[in-house]
Antibody, heavy 122, light 107 residues
Framework: QVQLVQSGAEVKKPGASVKVSCKAS????????ISWVRQAPGQGLEWMGW????????NYAQKLQGRVTMTTDTSTSTAYMELRSLRSDDTAVYYCARPHCSSTSCSFFDPWGQGTLVTVSS | EIVLTQSPDFQSVTPKEKVTITCRASQSIGSSLHWYQQKPDQSPKLLIK???QSISGVPSRFSGSGSGTDFTLTINSLEAEDAAAYYCHQSSSLPFTFGGGTKVEIK
């Protein structure tokens, strides 16, 4: 079955970087992209950006531009999200999700990874 | 950026009651609106795609309607397992955005 499995929880100090992985299985990785969504404790969902696993094209949320980088490794069907210059308000559960896309646009997310808790604390 | 406003924020409901959650977009998004269910300590799960299209494996008591700027998620005959947060999501234009969520509690 289609599955996204993420790396484990991380604890980082302010100013550090974190890199979260998302390993896909059960489908042709390069036929889809990967989106990243985060959820601060007790809060709602925030879209962070998207990467095409086909050609590596990316689109990031404006508020994260310059701090986030999304990449893929097609040899292992794994997507990565790196966030730099971490602040306390980056503490959140980070999800990867598979968007369903046509040649021109993307739509709903299904499935989602299990989430990775990133805690930023001094 | 398209803002999605969900209401209510919270709803306490008796089993077998009907639940209605609304999602209003700040501009027209056609039918590019999707609904997710998130149970405590779980990942979001797709419930409805493109405003009203059902998803395989999702109970038929869940349904969606609307287009343009006003959308509704309906849960007919609520069951205890439906206790969760529900989120709408628009894919009409980047950046993709989510509604603030509606928490449904079982009385």
């Amino acid at each position: 079955q289609v599955q996204l499995v993420q790396s484990g929880a991380e604890v980082k100090k302010p100013g550090a970087s974190v890199k979260v992985s998302c390993k896909a299985s059960g489908y042709t990785f390069t036929s889809y992209g990967i989106s990243w969504v985060r959820q601060a404790p007790g809060q709602g969902l925030e879209w962070m950006g998207w990467i095409s696993a086909y050609n590596g094209n990316t689109n990031y949320a404006q508020k994260l531009q310059g701090r986030v980088t999304m990449t893929t490794d097609t040899s292992t069907s794994t997507a990565y999200m790196e966030l730099r210059s971490l602040r306390s308000d980056d503490t959140a559960v980070y999800y990867c999700a598979r968007p369903h896309c046509s040649s021109t646009s993307c739509s709903f997310f299904d499935p989602w990874g299990q989430g990775t808790l990133v805690t930023v604390s001094s | 950026e398209i803002v999605l406003t969900q209401s209510p924020d919270f709803q306490s409901v008796t089993p077998k009651e009907k639940v209605t959650i609304t999602c209003r977009a700040s501009q027209s998004i056609g039918s590019s609106l999707h609904w997710y269910q998130q149970k405590p300590d779980q990942s979001p799960k797709l419930l409805i795609k493109y405003a009203s299209q059902s998803i395989s494996g999702v109970p038929s008591r869940f349904s969606g309607s609307g287009s343009g700027t006003d959308f509704t998620l309906t849960i007919n005959s609520l069951e205890a397992e439906d206790a969760a947060a529900y989120y709408c999501h628009q894919s009409s234009s980047l950046p993709f955005t989510f509604g603030g969520g509606t928490k449904v509690e079982i009385k």
